[in-house]
Nanobody, 123 residues
Framework: QVQLVESGGGLVQARGSLRLSCAAS????????IGWFRQAPGKEREFVGVISWSGARTYADAVKGRFIISRDDAKNTVYLQMNSLKPEDTAVYYC?????????????????WGQGTQVTVSS
């Protein structure tokens, strides 16, 4: 069982930066891939990026080169550093945990989800 709690969301101007955190409970956190997803109003939830238990990272094309995922297993925390933010990045951001290997962008393989944190980028 893994419980996830996101934090760090807020309002930021375009071209600004924000760092989200995903804090997890559970002794086996280091064995999970942690994915980030987002959902904008009126749109389906979409994949943002994932970091595997080994540290391998995969990003959606829309955020590649701007977002960076990292993890600190000693703190049971995964981070999403978001740079050069655009108004279209506005969404609720969720982190989720998956035991599937290799890591995947498909939501159906993520068993545990956080409650989400709102990110709003103003133009």
């Amino acid at each position: 069982q893994v419980q996830l709690v996101e934090s760090g969301g807020g309002l930021v101007q375009a071209r600004g930066s924000l760092r989200l955190s995903c804090a997890a409970s559970g002794r086996t956190f280091s064995s999970y891939s942690i994915g980030w997803f987002r959902q904008a109003p009126g749109k389906e939830r979409e994949f943002v990026g994932v970091i595997s238990w080994s540290g391998a990272r995969t990003y959606a094309d829309a955020v590649k080169g701007r977002f960076i995922i990292s993890r600190d297993d000693a703190k049971n925390t995964v981070y999403l550093q978001m740079n050069s933010l655009k108004p279209e990045d506005t969404a609720v951001y969720y982190c989720a945990a998956s035991r599937l290997w290799p890591s995947t962008p498909e939501m159906k393989w993520y068993n545990y989800w956080g409650q989400g944190t709102q990110v709003t980028v103003s133009s």
